[in-house]
């Protein structure tokens, strides 16, 4: 039976410790990108992305919507502003997400859907389209948004 000193088993600990963050932290890395790339985050960016304060008259903290086929569950920030909406995900689901500002103007085809029991309002942004989303309705209260 090998005798294992105290030493080896805390070089084995301070590599757990130095090795895991940098594995987690890449890894979360690569699944944040991959999601804005397969839902399409990432070209809604090229078009919608800003560096404008998100201010606005009503603010929906924790909101869940789609990107495409990616969701994005209790994670989002929708400030509903006078000419449009700003769509900005917590700060550790950033990666790959900025934040964005859609102008009323570039939502198109937005309809009713129902999931789970919730009521949502999917929609396509831009002409042409760019992507499709779905956002809580209570989103659209009051704004100039056409539903079908």
């Known amino acids: 039976m090998p005798h294992t000193t105290g030493l080896s088993t805390w070089l084995l600990l301070a590599l757990i410790i130095l090795v895991w963050p940098v594995f987690f932290g890449g890894l979360w890395t690569v699944i944040l990108m991959s999601m804005s790339f397969i839902g399409g985050w990432r070209r809604l960016a090229r078009h919608y992305r800003t ?10 903290r924790g909101a869940t919507g789609m990107v495409g086929f990616t969701s994005y569950n209790r994670v989002l920030t929708v400030t509903i502003a006078d000419d449009g909406i700003f769509i900005a995900p917590l700060w550790m689901f950033r990666i790959g997400h900025p934040t964005l500002f859609i102008p009323w103007r570039d939502i198109r085809n937005a309809r009713r859907t129902r999931s789970f029991y919730r009521d949502y309002v999917g929609f396509n942004v831009g002409d042409p389209k760019v992507a499709g989303m779905r956002l809580p309705s209570d989103v659209f209260d009051g704004t100039p948004v056409f539903i079908d």
Do not use: E, L, Y
């Open 51 to 60: 560096v404008r304060p998100p201010k606005g008259r009503r603010v929906i």
